[in-house]
């Protein structure tokens, strides 16, 4: 079925973990209602950053910020509900926990009962990028296990949820760096449109536990200095990292009035993809850029003007 005669994708189930201990669509929007911001620096129990920031003045091997959004608790997590022993969970990365437990979260806010999907062709699409946790195992090969290369693998990530749930439709991790988690949802909704599958569970993910990023991102002169983003504005230094993660649950909107479902919003249209050869590896291409919002627009059948939010990411832009 071609997009544009494509019906919309309902979301009617949703679940986040995000800075500031926000854990819910309430909490977010709190947040957001107040203007807070979620800034901090690197909690202790992540490295310690003294070791690797000097923020006076660029220097090699050190990063010259150490700002980022963190969450308040990334050790915790019930692996007994998911059926998963206490050593296995120790090797698995923060990431995949999260991931249980967003879509657990995100199915009880469908008032989706987790046995009902179980057996079924329900797909699994999961955006992530960082693989921290595996390396910093690999660099203490006394804690090396049974568990450390499932636990460690990217790859694994959205299999970690479909085994968990017994979801048998496509389970695949997208890496497209910054991108992952809005090309997954592209995925995900282009699966359901062309009838693959009842539902879908489409989720992002991203964990800071190394110093090492914080450094190659300095030596590139990508962070802020800073430590704020001031995108489309003079005072532009570069972007802030941060941690977080989303899971929804999708429907094509049919089948989510046939079930009686609560919906949060509708998806009309997506789509994905790349500048092609740029000036850079890292520079953006504004005519790719924008001849993909023009396709987009056209085929969801959407006025830009109808517009009444627009959010963007760009490198210090």
Not at 220 to 243: K, N, P, Y
Request: proline letters at 4%.
């Amino acid at each position: 079925m071609r997009q544009d005669e494509a019906e919309p994708i309902a979301v009617v189930g949703a679940a986040c973990r995000l800075p500031g201990g926000i854990r819910d669509l309430d909490g977010l929007w709190e947040a957001l209602e107040q203007g807070r911001d979620l800034v901090g620096e690197v909690p202790a129990d992540r490295f310690d950053a003294r070791l690797f920031t000097d923020p006076a003045v660029p220097r090699r091997g050190k990063s010259y910020t150490a700002a980022g959004g963190f969450l308040d608790d990334l050790a915790g997590f019930d692996a007994a509900y998911f059926g998963i022993s206490p050593k296995e969970a120790a090797h698995m990365d923060p990431q995949h926990r999260l991931l249980l437990e967003m879509t657990a979260e995100a199915l009880d806010d469908a008032a989706v009962d987790p046995a009902t999907l179980a057996g079924s062709d329900t797909a699994v699409f999961v955006g992530i990028s960082d693989a921290s946790y595996g390396a910093l195992q690999m660099s203490a090969l006394r804690t090396v296990g049974a568990y450390t290369m499932s636990g460690a693998a990217s790859s694994i990530a959205a299999n970690r949820v479909s085994h968990a749930f017994d979801l048998r439709g496509p389970s695949m991790a997208i890496d497209t760096a910054c991108s992952s988690s809005l090309v997954a949802l592209d995925r995900a909704c282009r699966t359901l449109w062309e009838g693959g599958g009842r539902a879908a569970v489409c989720g992002g993910v991203n964990v800071l536990l190394s110093p090492f990023h914080y450094v190659g991102f300095s030596q590139a002169s990508m962070l802020s200095q800073q430590g704020r983003c001031a995108s489309f504005s003079a005072q532009a230094d570069g972007f802030v990292r941060a941690e977080g993660g989303g899971v929804v649950l999708l429907k094509r909107l049919s089948d989510a009035l046939a079930d009686g479902d609560r919906i949060h919003g509708l998806v009309l249209g997506t789509g994905s993809n790349s500048d092609g050869r740029t000036m850079g590896l890292a520079l953006p291409s504004p005519e790719a850029q924008e001849r993909l919002l023009r396709e987009v627009y056209d085929r969801a059948r959407v006025h830009p003007d109808e517009l009444v939010y627009f959010e963007a990411h760009g490198t210090g832009t």
